[in-house]
């Protein structure tokens, strides 16, 4: 079984700061670990991606990720925040394998301070 | 190509009532799956079609059913609605060739009163 914990639920950094959002997961098998944003009405929007291949993850919008096996993490970062990064945040993970179901963790929403 | 459509976006219903929820993949995306948001849950898997067959089910009530049809399209059908069923409707269709990857549509509102 896999599991994503997400902590706490709510993360404020200033405009041009350090964007750094906390995933830790659990899985019995080698995982698939994923970044998603949602905005405001919107469906989720897929960031990046771990698929056992390079352990940093570069994605859209200059969102990075590092795989650490030893921690069993899959931080988020992005060395300076903009406005219109404000949105939900969601982990997710999901098993090797075809057929397989996204479990996701409970999100973080990101505030961007001007 | 265009992205994973879903109708209606809202939609208002009462206890008691059935919805029929409507999902269109990615062109050439043969897997489909559905998500419940809600404030309360997150997140949670429905269920996942292939070529028609459902390969994947979450832990829902089988109120809750699917299907799709020969051309990837995908239904989603809840009966005798419950208040509690009030959610954003999530589909996600996929590629063949990187099946874990699952790209979202935008999401259809219910609101059960």
């Known amino acids: 079984a896999q599991s994503v914990t997400q902590l706490g639920s709510h993360v404020s950094v200033s405009e041009g700061a350090l964007v750094l959002l906390r995933c830790n997961y659990s899985s019995s098998v080698p995982p698939y670990l994923f970044w998603y944003v949602q905005y405001p009405n919107q469906g989720l929007q897929l960031l990046l991606k771990?698929?056992?291949?390079?352990?940093l993850v570069k994605g859209i919008n200059g969102f990075e990720a590092e795989f650490k096996k030893s921690e069993t993490s899959f931080h988020l970062t992005k060395p300076s925040a903009h406005m219109s990064d404000a949105a939900e945040y969601f982990c997710?993970?999901?098993?090797?394998?075809?057929?397989?179901?996204?479990?996701f963790g409970k999100g973080i929403t990101l505030s961007v301070r001007p | 190509k265009a992205g994973v459509t879903q109708t209606p976006r809202y939609l208002i219903k009462t206890r008691g009532q059935q919805v029929t929820l409507s999902c269109s993949p990615i062109s050439g995306h043969r897997s489909v799956s559905w998500y419940q948001q809600t404030p309360g849950q997150g997140l949670q898997f429905l269920f996942e079609?292939?070529?028609?067959?459902?390969?994947n089910k979450g832990n829902f009530p089988g109120r809750f059913s699917g299907r799709q049809f020969s051309n990837s399209r995908s239904e989603m059908n809840v009966s005798t609605l419950e208040l509690g069923d009030s959610a954003l409707y999530l589909c996600?269709?996929?590629?063949?060739?990187?099946?874990?990857?699952?790209?979202f549509g935008p999401g259809t509102r219910l609101l059960v009163l």
């Open positions: 079609y292939f070529s028609e067959t459902q390969r």
């Open positions: 997710a993970v999901s098993a090797t394998g075809a057929n397989s179901k996204l479990t």
């Open positions: 771990y698929t056992s291949a390079a352990t």
């Open positions: 996600a269709s996929s590629p063949l060739e990187i099946p874990e990857t699952q790209y």
